[in-house]
């Protein structure tokens, strides 16, 4: 996983995003390698993840957006869809895995012939999803990556550091999340709760190459925001994929009643934990996000104290 240093904030911006980006891009390549392996379960996410945070980052910064041809900010998009089937029979899969302990034998017995479909789509989806990526991602990856190095190599010293940047753009995408998170009751649809959870990564993922750049590095008081994020972002995960498994669901008849009532009430619980993360002010993300954007933002160098004259003897 890409890893950043406080220096590359002081960067001018454009050259501090096109970092980020190459890492991110990095991170995909390798990914994109280990797909070839069938049997490393990890390579999907790894490469979702790398695609997901490159397309935040794009997206999100002027002075690379509008440098991105639309044609190849397109072709990353299709890449992530690319892998959605895959993803969603996997985590379906998961979801049975980690509950096993709340059926009783009988019940795992009913559900056995639902979940050898699952295990069959999820191969024919992966298979057809390495097949897709591999067709795509070569050419995509090289024709970005030379726009990328251009950009790296064109920045001007003259621009503003990277970390004026960063903070602003973070602020306004937390906005955007607090907004959403004050809409959110136990009536939301399912794309209103799949956009918040994908506002919770943006701020999530345009925070991480920050985090040096707090006071006390990566390991201290980061550390938390960071956390808080990614909590956010599983609980809000635990709803969407709890629609796309009760759809998936309804579609089995009388076998997957169990595995419907364990599902809602893991829907209740999300809920419920969502409710008491907030008070009557909200979550708190926002204050504190903008707290960590004043600390990133550079400070005015202190005026030179006047030189005093010498008194006549």
Known sequence: MAEFTADLLDRPAVQGVCAVALAYLDD??????????GSDREALHAFRVAI???????????????????????RLRRLARATNAARDAEVQLAWFNERSARFTAAQRAALAPFR??????RRAELAQARQK??????????KLRRRLVALLSDAGLHEAPFRAVAAATLVQYAGELDARLADVTQSTDADQLHATRIAAKRVRYLLEPLESGLPGGAGTERAPLVERLRQLQDLFGTLTDAHELEITLQSDGEAVTAAAGVLRADVTAALDELRNRSTPKGSGLKRDVEAAARRLRPTAKAPRAPRLLKQPA
């Open 28 to 37: 995909a390549t390798a990914a994109a390698v280990r797909l070839g392996d």
């Open 52 to 74: 997901r945070r490159l397309r935040v980052t794009v997206r999100a910064y002027p002075g690379i957006h509008e440098s991105v041809p639309k044609k190849q900010r397109r």
């Open 116 to 121: 050898a479909r699952l295990r069959a789509r």
């Open 133 to 142: 990526l591999q067709r795509w991602f070569g050419k995509t990856e090289r």
